[in-house]
């Protein structure tokens, strides 16, 4: 198993514009959870999914959305992106919700210029 | 508020000497605590959690009640152990992670 997937590996934006990453979680696993990783910070928790469903969300602003497909994986969605959400975007699997061990993916690296 | 403490951001020791990475917590209720190690250019992975109880690469980590910690140790540290380590905690119902901001551990030869 390859474990969790994200792509791109690298975006580069500009102020304005809306991007859309891609995660594909462990075969088995039902629950997506997304988190951002400014530098030198933490990650900080934006959604998790599970079974289709929005079960949590971070204090992040409505331009950020989500959603989980029938074969579980997600997309993340970031409209009118400001310079601030330059970032690393971490997606997360785990085979249910709550307390499971959490695996994530590498990471994508978005730049908004 | 819910939050996660770990007071030093970076930790250097000689390889063999033990190490102690520190981490504190804040939350209203039983929390789940967890160590997220991030090696060079790999991914970030699980090190271990408090209901395992188990040693990871050596590594241990004790939860304090009573004190709201989770500190992580290893008696004789490694050149391999240098990473990024983070300390988090989840509750029950959401399965939102809460991290620390990391420290640094680096070992040197």
């Known amino acids: 198993d390859a474990g969790v997937t994200q792509s791109p590996t690298h975006l580069i934006k500009t102020r304005g514009q809306q991007v859309t990453l891609r995660c594909s979680p462990i075969s088995g696993h039902k629950s997506v959870s997304w988190y951002q990783q400014v530098l030198g910070q933490g990650p900080q928790f934006i959604f998790q999914y599970y079974e289709k469903e929005e079960r949590g969300r971070g204090n992040f602003p409505d331009r950020f959305s989500a959603r989980q497909f029938p074969n579980y994986s997600s997309e993340l969605n970031v409209n009118a992106l400001l310079l601030g959400d330059s970032a690393l975007y971490l997606c997360?699997?785990?085979?249910?919700?709550?307390?499971?061990?959490?695996?994530f993916g590498p990471g994508t690296r978005l730049t908004v210029l | 508020a819910q939050r996660v403490t770990q007071p030093e951001k970076l930790l250097s020791v000689f390889k063999g000497a033990p190490v102690e990475l520190k981490c504190n917590y804040s939350y209203s209720g039983s929390p789940e605590l967890f160590w997220y190690v991030q090696y060079s250019r790999q991914r970030l992975q699980l090190l271990l959690r408090h209901i395992s109880r188990e040693s990871i690469k050596g590594f241990t980590a004790d939860l304090n009640k009573g004190e709201t910690s989770f500190h992580l140790k290893k008696p004789f540290a490694q050149e391999e152990d240098s990473a990024m380590y983070y300390c988090?905690?989840?509750?029950?119902?959401?399965?939102?992670?809460?991290f620390g901001q990391g420290t640094t551990l680096q070992v040197k030869p």
């Open positions: 997360a699997s785990s085979l249910v919700r709550g307390r499971d061990t959490q695996y």
């Open positions: 988090a905690l989840t509750s029950s119902n959401t399965g939102k992670l809460i």
